[in-house]
């Protein structure tokens, strides 16, 4: 698996392999790209784990909405995406959260 953070407000553009731009017809498939329950905040912004398949190769992220393509530039591609090892060592260094959903205390 390879790794990225995303900000909030950003997404996933086009996808790239080692054979070009990822052609949907020609893999019968979406690529294996999934957000995590974990993020950093930097500069007071949150940054998401994005988890990607190993034949992803580069990922074009772009805003979400007009109000955030104002304030950044249009599009960014990110070439090198980070290990396993990359990640804990970024998460060690940073304010790390993690978002938890459909946990229910049990009080006795």
Known sequence: MKYFFLSD????????SSG????????????????????IVENNELLWL???????????????????????IGQVVLKR????????ERLNTAEARCQLQNIQLVTQ
């Not at 407000?9 to 790239?16: A, E, K, M, Q, Y």
């Not at 995406?81 to 804990?88: D, G, K, Y």
């Open 81 to 88: 995406l980070m290990s396993s090892e990359q990640v804990i």
């Open 50 to 72: 994005y988890r990607a398949e190993e034949a992803v190769l580069t990922v074009e992220v772009v805003p979400i909405t007009p109000e955030v393509a104002s304030q950044t």
């Open 9 to 16: 407000g950003w997404t996933i553009g086009r996808v790239w």
């Open 20 to 39: 070009g731009l990822w052609q949907i017809t020609a893999w019968r498939r979406q690529p294996d790209i999934q957000q995590m329950k974990i993020c």
